[in-house]
């Protein structure tokens, strides 16, 4: 599986960016997928995760009603939408992946990474 990010840049503090990682490779569409970020000294940390499916989601606290997660089944890729962004978003945004049953929301232990693309946020 191969996964492509997309979508980092630079944008002011309470404005929006939309990143996307299309997926390819082996059954594409029995990935469940998610979104992890990585800020300068910090570990990387969970963002948001959508199911196989795209019925269920998750988010990180930090990140609840600011970013959505969505899954087009028919292109293989996931989004992250980014609203009200704040300067302490800024970091390399991630996704991953993992093949799961229909159901499953997975938030941890994927197996399939993307190369990263970076959003910095300025106040």
């Known amino acids: 599986v191969q996964l492509q990010a997309s979508g980092g840049g630079l944008v002011q503090a309470g404005g929006s960016l939309t990143l996307s990682c299309a997926a390819s490779?082996?059954?594409?569409?029995?990935?469940?997928m998610a979104w992890f970020r990585q800020a300068p000294g910090k570990e990387r940390e969970f963002v948001a995760a959508v199911s196989r499916s795209g019925g269920s989601t998750s988010y990180e606290d930090s990140v609840k009603g600011r970013f959505t997660v969505s899954k087009d089944n028919a292109k293989n890729t996931v989004y992250l939408q980014m609203n009200s962004l704040k300067p302490e978003d800024t970091a390399v945004y991630y996704c991953?992946?993992?093949?799961?049953?229909?159901?499953?929301?997975?938030?941890?232990?994927?197996?399939?990474w993307g190369q990263g693309t970076l959003v910095t946020v300025s106040s």
């Open positions: 490779g082996r059954s594409p569409s029995r990935l469940g």
């Open positions: 991953a992946a993992k093949h799961t049953i229909l159901t499953v929301l997975a938030t941890a232990d994927f197996d399939y």
